[in-house]
């Protein structure tokens, strides 16, 4: 997972500030990791890795014809976080 991470993954963590400013109604971004494939296959791979690693597999997306698999909530996203720090430190 750390691999397709590295290449074109993302996180997204809460703005505090702006969803203070904005309040909770308005301001609905969460946390969430994004691991990008490029075609169902490998779609398929990351969705697999995710379920055998404890995560829940979300419904994918297609995003600038990529397939895109999400990973939401806090606790998955820092839990994600640090496998993939844990991973780059062995390195």
């Given amino acids: ?6 290449r074109n993954g993302y996180v997204r963590v809460v ?3 702006r969803r203070d400013a904005e309040g909770s109604q308005r301001y609905k971004k ?9 075609d169902p296959d490998e779609l398929e791979h990351i969705r697999s890795l995710l379920d055998a690693c404890g995560y829940p597999v979300a419904r994918p997306f ?11 909530g806090r606790q998955y996203a820092e839990k994600f976080q ?5 991973r780059a ?3």
């Fill in 1 to 6: 997972m750390a691999h397709y991470y590295r």
């Fill in 15 to 17: 703005n505090l500030a």
């Fill in 30 to 38: 969460g946390y969430e990791v994004r691991l990008v494939a490029k």
């Fill in 62 to 72: 297609v995003k600038a014809k990529q397939w895109v698999q999400p990973i939401y």
């Fill in 82 to 86: 640090a496998l993939v720090k844990r």
């Fill in 89 to 91: 430190d062995r390195h």
